[in-house]
DNA sequence: ATTAGCACTCAAAAGAGGTGAGTGCTAACA
DNA sequence: TGTTAGCACTCACCTCTTTTGAGTGCTAAT
């Protein structure tokens, strides 16, 4: 059996419909709000070979059908409109680009409100994986006689910092000495490169206090190991989920929302691809139910896009939401907010770029 | 009526049995666990009465009762036994002391992790409330062409930093000049003594470049406004109030939830005082249901303590949850993680105190 | 003053129709 | 041969009723 016009207009009836009510939809209704010129009998024939070929699905026998992940798959790749953003829409995401926030992790705080509240789902974004831009500069400034601040910036112009506890006492000019042996070892490296051998280079240039290095290694484990760092998550609109009815169950609420406590899941979830525009910059990649390897997934879709420091992808942002999902509003605002965001960061950090 | 030893009796039975049931207590029950030596009829006779008294609440004529906020109030102050710390609370609490968690962000992470754990309700934090300290060094770092790192140090030892755009293109000596002028000027002060007057004489010291004092004032407005930073309030352990049958309801849930999602409130609920040493160091403030000015709060307590860098409580732990809370147990807790906070933090930055 | 006993209350669980949206199938029609 | 009207059938869900049982208040006896 193939799939004619005529199935692809039902089929997207029957998710359209389904996006907005909730509640399994019959042939009649298809019938009656889509003007597809055929009585609800034929339309019933129809889905019901819909259903054999499995791009929908019947919760039992007298009830309505529900889109299948695969008819999901099919609407999004074939079948659905290009949503305009409303008039609304850019506005509030203009807007969050007037504030100008020139901190990275506001901008990502406040985009990530901003596409939340927007779409009503659950934004998730992910901040700059620093570890893979190169060093541009690292510098050592003493804070107290126990303390001093490592700061590192890349050549995309992020920055992170950490104060650490220097293992014994040294003097301002040790650490300034210090500072420079580090940038003149390490500039043009990114972290991941970083080996034991450089290290071991650095030890060798140093003629006293080699107990200095030990914070400064911390510190980069620290950035190596930032998939586990719960800061590097970001999430808006968790309670967005009590607005649909797929989560008015206690149970299911409580999974989702003991999901999104779990950064490093969250995290793993949204950096795999699955792209349409695979490769190609801009490109937004939709997962939609069973196409999530976790198995607290199932059950939900999930679509992001990267976001750029120049040419390079630095971090993704997205949403989550119920299968049932209005994909097509949802790309859009995302890809909106994406664009912002590359605008944003090119303006902020580009400066930096190629020195 | 007054409250004889035997209605004290068979409240503190009532409230405990109800604290670990959730379920209305009848006479019958009490009258075979707890042994008190009376029949079932006398407990009715005095359940009665302490109604009247407004210790306990019927939710409907054939039900059994339930503790009311003064019930709550009497069974704190008066009737509520200490508990022991539980082997495996000590542990699990001293293995949190031996990380040596020597960033700020990631002990107070930390230790909310470990209460919330412990206790099975949700664990907040605030983080040391900044603006009270006084400056003990204010450094700038320039970090590329168009931007730079100011860091500031107070006495306790707390550190904060921020980068910032330079306004125009000034060169590194410049902002060293600066730096040093800012931390003569400024040294000593608090941040929220810090005056525009001040301002004024700043600027009068400098020749040129006025814009650069631009980005400092917005760093310093910011550590003022730190009630509305996100980052200052640390929860942990949100997905536990699934645990009670209390939020069973998804309504409830949903209430409680959206509550914890707004920050500046919740550091407002728990920075409010209702001490039983007031006053005094390690005093626990416990607010019960009704007690709580915010009426999302009206049915839920919160307890929290206190904890200190040298003499002076720069922030609040403690934990949310029902009324039906188990009091005793979330008391000891707080108080041996908020001693353990104060002792890591006397470690970490008294060494600063007073120079 | 305490308690056994009993009538009474009422939420919650269990059962019993009834309703209606929706289906699949068949036969008639264009 | 594709389309549709018609009809019997299914089944979740709603409502109404009944049953159950934990718990109470009151009274009379100890």
Chains 1, 2 share one sequence.
Do not use: C, W
């Amino acid at each position: 059996m193939d799939m004619g016009e005529r199935k692809k207009k039902i089929l997207s009836s029957v998710v359209t419909e389904y996006i907005v009510s909730a509640e399994p939809v019959g042939s009649r209704n298809i019938a009656n709000k889509y003007n597809l010129g055929l009585s609800s009998a034929t339309i019933r024939n129809e889905m019901a070979d819909l259903e054999d070929m499995g791009y929908l699905e019947q919760p039992h026998t007298s009830a309505g059908r529900v889109p299948s992940d695969k008819g999901y798959r099919m609407y999004v790749n074939e079948l659905m409109n290009d949503y305009e953003l409303s008039v609304r829409d850019i506005k509030v995401i203009k807007s969050m680009m007037e504030l100008r926030l020139n901190q990275l992790d506001k901008l990502i705080t406040n985009a990530a409100k901003v596409l939340s509240e927007l779409t009503n789902y659950t934004a998730v974004f992910t901040a700059p994986e620093f570890k893979k831009g190169a060093i541009k500069t690292i510098e050592l400034v003493p804070i107290d006689e126990s303390s001093m601040l490592i700061i590192l910036v890349t050549n995309e112009g992020i920055m992170k910092n950490k104060r650490v506890m220097l293992p014994k006492s040294v003097t301002p000019e040790f650490i300034t000495k210090f500072s420079n042996l580090l940038k003149e070892k390490l500039s043009g490296l990114t972290i991941e490169e970083i080996s034991v051998g450089k290290i071991q280079e650095i030890k060798q240039a140093m003629q006293t206090n080699f107990e200095i290095l030990f914070p400064v290694l911390d510190f980069i484990t620290d950035i190596i190991d930032d998939v586990n760092k719960e800061t590097e998550v970001y999430l808006s609109g968790t309670t967005n989920i009590f607005n649909y009815p797929e989560y008015s169950d206690i149970g299911r609420a409580r999974e989702f929302l003991e999901l999104l406590d779990n950064k490093p899941v969250i995290k793993k979830a949204i950096s795999g691809n699955n792209e349409r525009r695979q490769g190609k910059k801009n490109a937004i990649s939709i997962k939609i139910g069973g196409e999530n390897e976790l198995d607290a997934l199932k059950n939900k879709s999930i679509i992001t896009a990267d976001y750029y420091i120049g040419e390079r992808a630095v971090g993704k942002l997205g949403v989550i939401g119920p299968t049932r999902m209005d994909y097509a509003k949802a790309v859009k605002r995302i890809e909106r907010i994406s664009a912002y965001m590359n605008k944003i960061l090119a303006e902020l950090y580009q400066n930096n770029k190629g020195d």
